[in-house]
């Protein structure tokens, strides 16, 4: 089965088309790292939650949205070497993201059901 990365970050709602712009541009980049798919969500309908929700979780501000992005790889042995090969790219130096990265969550998920 797949293996998925999983995000979620803050962006600010001004910026949708510069996050939009460098999503792509990263999309092209993982998928050329043998990633299968990468999707991006901007959120729409996303509630502000009492004890846990997405904007808690990432502390949103105001003017920020919170964007929900997944990357699919065919396995975890695929994706820990792109990984490795990615931490060098000059597109994943911090300062170039168009986001706060320090309130990004991010983790890897094996598939256990994919229908």
Same mark, same amino acid.
Request: hydrophobic share 45%.
């Given at each position: 089965?797949?293996?998925?990365?999983? *995000?979620?970050?803050?962006? #600010?709602? %001004?910026?949708? /088309?510069?996050?939009?712009?460098?999503?792509? !541009?990263?999309?092209?980049? *993982?998928?050329?790292?043998? #990633?299968? %798919?990468?999707? /991006?969500?901007?959120?729409?309908?996303?509630? !502000?939650?009492?004890?846990?929700?997405?904007?808690?979780?990432?502390?949103?501000?105001? /003017?920020?949205t919170?964007?929900?992005?997944?990357?699919?790889?065919?396995?975890?042995?695929?994706?820990?070497?792109?990984?490795?090969?990615?931490?060098?790219?000059?597109?994943?130096?911090?300062s170039?993201?168009?986001?706060?990265?320090?309130?990004?969550?991010?983790?890897?998920?094996?598939?256990?059901?994919?229908?």
């Amino acid at each position: 089965m797949s293996y998925v990365d999983g *995000f979620v970050a803050p962006v #600010a709602t %001004a910026d949708k /088309e510069t996050y939009r712009a460098h999503a792509a !541009e990263m999309a092209e980049i *993982f998928k050329g790292e043998g #990633a299968l %798919a990468v999707t /991006e969500c901007w959120g729409d309908q996303v509630p !502000e939650g009492e004890v846990t929700s997405f904007p808690l979780a990432v502390k949103l501000q105001p /003017e920020e949205t919170v964007v929900f992005s997944w990357i699919v790889w065919p396995s975890r042995d695929a994706r820990d070497p792109a990984w490795e090969r990615l931490s060098d790219h000059p597109k994943m130096v911090p300062s170039e993201m168009p986001f706060d990265g320090k309130r990004m969550i991010y983790g890897g998920f094996e598939a256990i059901l994919e229908a």
